[in-house]
């Protein structure tokens, strides 16, 4: 199991404690059943087992990781020369979709009055991480997984801009620049942080967990970056603007091998940023 979860993260950023609960279902089904068992017909009860369960089925996603997760084993299989076959479980989710009820529209959007209860909750309690970790997401819109890497020393004062630790499994590690707001200098500069993010994971969701219990809300550590990609879009942004912002893939040769100037985020989201706190009046530039 080792070998394949080294395999499996070549890949995918998976925990090992994802990784084992993912597994678990084939583990549970399978058994110490032979591969020849691992047939189409078998992948096909594997599934339904999923989606039929009593007394209460499991979540879409739960399912389609378990799925993905055993595709991947027989792919591991394959790479290791002990499987020649077709992969059973190839295209088993597109075959089932219909099986799954459908799903209500996600609130990725913060409401002014939820803002409030957040900052009400903060203010009465504690909790400095939740706090920081609220606070640098709410102006930065980053992936949780950039917040929890931020560092202090990597904020440019005179451009107002962050560059961003981004790290890929399947490809070299990267930095990227964005453009941040003169409130979150301020934050920043008043709790006296000058290095690495002073909070983890664990913390950032045990204490949002607090909140969600106290005031009613469903916060998740992504809902923020969501929740920033509206606010952008609200003060006219297009989809080109907030994807350069939130680092999401620009395919194509133009952007691969001529935009790549390591300013052009932050000269060209710069004027949102600011709209979106109020701290300038700047000509608004679009991507062309």
Known sequence: M????SWHNRNRNCSRKAFEYHCSHFIKF???KPLTDVTSESAEQFIQSLIYREPQPYSYDTVRLAVVTASSFVEYLRDEKCWDGANPFYGLMRKYANRFPAVEPEKSRIESSEWKLIFDFLSQHKRPAAEMFIEVARCTGLRPSEIYRLDVKNIDRRTLSWSVYVSKTSQRPIF???????CLMAFLDS???DGKMPFGESTVR?????????TGLYLTPKIFRKDFAHRMEE???DEGIINLHQGRA??????KNYLRSPDRAVRLCRAYVDAMFGETERRLERVK
Do not use: T
């Open 250 to 255: 620009q395919s194509g040769v133009l952007y």
């Open 30 to 32: 399978y058994g110490d």
């Open 176 to 182: 990227r620049r964005i453009a941040i707001p003169k």
């Open 235 to 237: 003060i006219g942004a």
């Open 191 to 193: 709790r006296g942080v």
């Open 2 to 5: 080792q070998a394949f979860q």
């Open 206 to 214: 045990r204490h949002l967990g607090e909140i969600n219990r106290e």
